[in-house]
């Protein structure tokens, strides 16, 4: 399975690892019996974990059961759409502590890589991968309890069918959902998030 989740995902990693785990254990905590029940996913935090929960649960933004809910936690909400059921699944401290371990090293390595000759390089990320592989193997041996924290919870948002309500932004002309307009000017407009250069 993770040589498949290697081809979406890039890598293997503690985090994506963590996010397949945890979303294993979602599907079995919430009696999911078939791979046709539409589980909505709402992680809480942006990183490779977010990439595991869509592998396994097949929740995407397209699909609109991909929900990102950016609070800097390392969890997520699951919840069963045809009865609202849902969980909070939340990765327990020590475990958190020993994945970022991997994490903060890649951070440094992609820091320094300019810095280095083809050899450190090579040498440094094998290092890193090796880590990251003693990490993995330890979560793998793992049982979902020592793992994971878990909450029932009831989802307050309510899911509604794809927008298609929209108008043109009065500044730009661009189309836009008429909800995420401000005095008919698109957030764009009003906040730039990105600069276009002539």
Known sequence: MFMDFKEFHGHICPM????????????????????????????EIRNCMVDGI????????????????DIGKYACVFSREKDGRSIRIKIKDDIVERSLEYGR???????????MDEEEKKWELELLFRNGKKIVDYIEK????????????????????????????KKCGDITLK????DDQC???????????D
């Open 16 to 43: 994506s690892v963590l996010g397949i785990k945890m979303s294993n254990y979602a599907l079995k905590l919430l009696d999911v019996e078939t791979e046709k029940e539409r589980i909505i996913a709402i992680p």
């Open 54 to 69: 869509q592998w396994i649960v097949g929740a995407t933004f397209g699909k609109t059961n991909l929900i990102f809910r």
């Open 105 to 115: 090293k890649a951070q440094l390595i992609r820091e320094r890589l300019s810095e």
């Open 142 to 169: 793992k049982s979902y309890e020592d793992l994971f924290d878990v909450k029932e919870v009831e989802l307050i948002l309510k899911m509604e069918e794809e927008p298609l309500n929209v108008k043109r932004c």
């Open 179 to 182: 909800e995420k307009l401000i």
């Open 187 to 197: 957030e764009d407009c009003l906040e730039p998030f990105y600069f276009i250069r």
